[in-house]
């Protein structure tokens, strides 16, 4: 079995969002593209290569800039995320 880094583990409190990200424990940038990446959102958990994960993150940046762009209202929630003070 393999060992697992936890990268990343939220729990948003605004919504109970229950977001994690877990990777194989390699020496630093050792991590190969056929490693997978498991990405939980809630009970749904993707397993996908570096590069895959990469490409998932790019396309939410730019739904999530498509977004802003025709409901800026919504920029407080960025705000919010980052725990940005005004």
Do not use: C
């Not at 583990?9 to 056929?34: C, F, N, Q």
């Not at 396309?59 to 705000?79: C, E, K, N, W």
Request: aromatic share 6%.
């Amino acid at each position: 079995m393999t060992a697992h880094d936890d990268i990343l583990e939220i729990i948003w409190p605004e919504t109970g969002l229950h977001t994690r990200a877990v990777a194989p424990l390699r020496p630093k940038d050792e991590l190969a593209e056929s490693d997978e990446i498991d990405l939980s959102i809630d009970f749904l958990t993707l397993s996908l290569s570096p590069l895959e994960l990469i490409q998932l993150a790019s396309f939410l940046r730019m739904t999530i800039d498509g977004l802003l762009d025709r409901h800026p209202s919504y920029q407080r929630a960025v705000i919010n995320a980052f725990d940005i003070k005004d």
